[in-house]
C-alpha cells in the first residue's frame, strides 16, 4: 500500500489510485461476538489521496481535509464545536495538544491555530510535509519530504531548529510520524531508522534500525520506517517497509526485540501486546516483553489495512474499502465489523475514551464504541 519516490528524492506511493496488482481478498463470514454501535458520525471533507488522521485532546476530536477544512468536535456526542478553512489546500494534520492545533499546507506551508481556530502563525518549510506535526509545550515539529526536521516556537512560529539527513534514492511516499516524551522527539525515518532527538535543540541523542537496506535494486532496498512510533512504558515500539518491527530502549535507543515484518503503516500497543499489520494484509501480536509470535490473521490479504488501535477486548483498523474490522486482542479472531462510506481508511484511527474514531478518505469520520 506503500508509494515509493526516487530521490534525488523519488517516492513510491502506497496510497495510489492505480489498479492493485493483487486483488483484495473477499470478506470471511463470521458470527459477531461483540456489540460495536456507532456513537457519533460527522464529515470533515476529501482527502484527496493524501492521508489525514484525526487527534484527540481535551475532550475533543481534531480533523481536516485537503481543502482547507480543519475542525474541531465533541469527543462524546460528535458535535461541532468550530470549524475554520485554513485557506490554502492541506496536505497532513492534525496534531494538536488540545491548545495548539498544526497542520501541513501545500510547498510545505506550516498552520498553527489556538484551540478556538484563531490563526496563530503561518511558517514555511523546505519541502512537502506528508504526516502531521507533532505539537508539544512550546514548539511544533515537523518532517519534511527532503528529509529534513524542523521545530518551530509554539508561540512565534520562529524556526528554533533544524536537522537535515541524506534522502536514500528510493523512499515510500508515506506518512512516518514523529511522537515526543517531556524531552525527546522520535522520528520515523527512510532507510529503516528510528532517531531520537532533544526536544531543546534537535542535537540527536541515537539512532535505531528498523530496517536494514538490502536487495541488488534500489526497490528491493527500500526500508522505511512508517507510521507512527508508538512510546509504550520504557521502550518504543516501531515498524518498517521490507524490515522489522521491534521495541527498543526510550533512553538508548538499545534493541529489546525485533522481528522480520514489512508493514507501510504504524504499530499499536497495549499493556501487553504489540499489533501490526503487513503489507500483505496479515495482522499479528508480539508479546511486549520479548517479541514472542501470540497469533496471526491471515484472511485480511491485500485490504490495504490501516495501524491498528487497541480498544477494549479488540484491536480496530480499517481497510481499503472502508471497513473497520475489530478482531479479539486475544486470538486475532473476528468479533465485529462495521461497513462505513467505502472510501479507503489510510489514516491512524484514535481512541477517546471508550470509542475509536476513523477518518475515511472520503471525509467522514466516524466514532464507534464497543458494547
Known amino acids: 500500500m506503500a508509494l515509493v519516490t526516487l530521490a534525488g528524492c523519488a517516492s513510491l506511493n502506497p496510497f495510489s489510485k492505480a489498479a492493485p496488482r493483487n486483488p483484495p481478498a473477499a470478506l470471511v463470514e463470521f458470527k459477531p461476538t461483540m456489540a460495536v454501535r456507532t456513537a457519533w458520525s460527522a464529515?470533515?471533507?476529501?482527502?484527496?489521496?493524501?492521508?489525514?488522521?484525526?487527534?484527540?485532546?481535551?475532550?475533543?476530536?481534531?480533523?481536516?481535509?485537503?481543502?482547507?477544512t480543519i475542525a474541531r468536535f465533541d469527543a462524546a456526542t460528535g458535535s461541532v464545536i468550530w470549524r475554520i478553512n485554513a485557506g490554502a489546500?492541506?496536505?497532513?494534520?492534525v496534531g494538536t495538544d488540545g491548545n495548539t492545533v498544526a497542520v501541513a499546507g501545500e510547498k510545505g506551508a506550516i498552520f498553527a491555530f489556538d484551540e478556538n481556530g484563531k490563526l496563530r502563525w503561518k511558517a514555511q518549510t523546505t519541502s512537502e510535509v506528508l504526516s502531521a506535526p507533532a505539537v508539544t509545550a512550546d514548539m511544533v515539529i515537523v518532517r519534511s519530504v527532503d528529509n529534513r526536521i524542523a521545530a518551530f516556537d509554539i508561540a512565534t512560529g520562529t524556526r528554533r531548529w533544524f536537522l537535515q539527513r541524506t534522502t536514500p534514492a528510493l523512499t515510500l511516499r508515506s506518512a512516518p510520524g514523529i511522537v515526543t516524551t517531556a524531552t525527546t522527539a522520535y522520528a520515523a525515518m527512510p532507510g529503516g531508522r528510528l532517531l531520537a532527538l532533544t526536544l531543546n535543540n534537535g542535537a540527536p541523542l541515537w539512532e535505531a534500525a528498523v530496517g536494514d537496506p538490502r536487495g541488488a535494486t534500489e526497490l528491493e532496498r527500500v526500508s522505511d520506517t512508517s507510521g507512527n512510533p508508538v512510546i509504550a512504558g520504557r521502550e518504543i515500539c516501531a515498524v518498517a517497509y521490507q524490515g522489522k518491527v521491534g521495541?527498543?530502549?526510550?533512553?538508548?535507543?538499545t534493541v529489546r526485540w525485533s522481528k522480520d515484518w514489512s508493514s507501510d503503516v504504524g504499530v499499536g500497543v497495549d499493556e501487553r501486546f504489540i499489533f501490526a499489520a503487513n503489507d500483505v494484509g496479515a495482522v499479528a501480536a508480539f508479546s511486549r516483553d520479548g517479541g514472542t509470535s501470540v497469533w496471526r490473521n491471515n484472511k485480511l490479504g491485500y485490504r490495504r489495512l490501516s495501524a491498528p488501535v487497541s480498544l477494549g477486548r479488540s484491536v480496530a483498523l480499517g481497510d481499503g474499502q472502508g471497513y473497520i474490522h475489530f478482531l479479539s486482542r486475544e486470538d486475532g479472531a473476528f468479533v465485529?465489523?462495521?461497513?462505513?462510506?467505502g472510501s479507503p481508511i489510510l489514516g491512524t484511527p484514535v481512541v477517546a475514551a471508550d470509542r475509536v474514531i476513523f477518518q475515511t478518505q472520503a471525509g467522514a469520520l466516524v466514532a464507534l464504541a464497543a458494547e
Open 89 to 93: 489546500p492541506l496536505s497532513a494534520g
Open 336 to 341: 465485529a465489523r462495521v461497513a462505513t462510506d
Open 247 to 253: 521495541c527498543y530502549d526510550l533512553a538508548s535507543g
Open 43 to 68: 464529515s470533515v471533507g476529501k482527502s484527496n489521496g493524501f492521508v489525514f488522521s484525526p487527534a484527540a485532546a481535551n475532550g475533543s476530536i481534531f480533523a481536516a481535509s485537503a481543502d482547507g
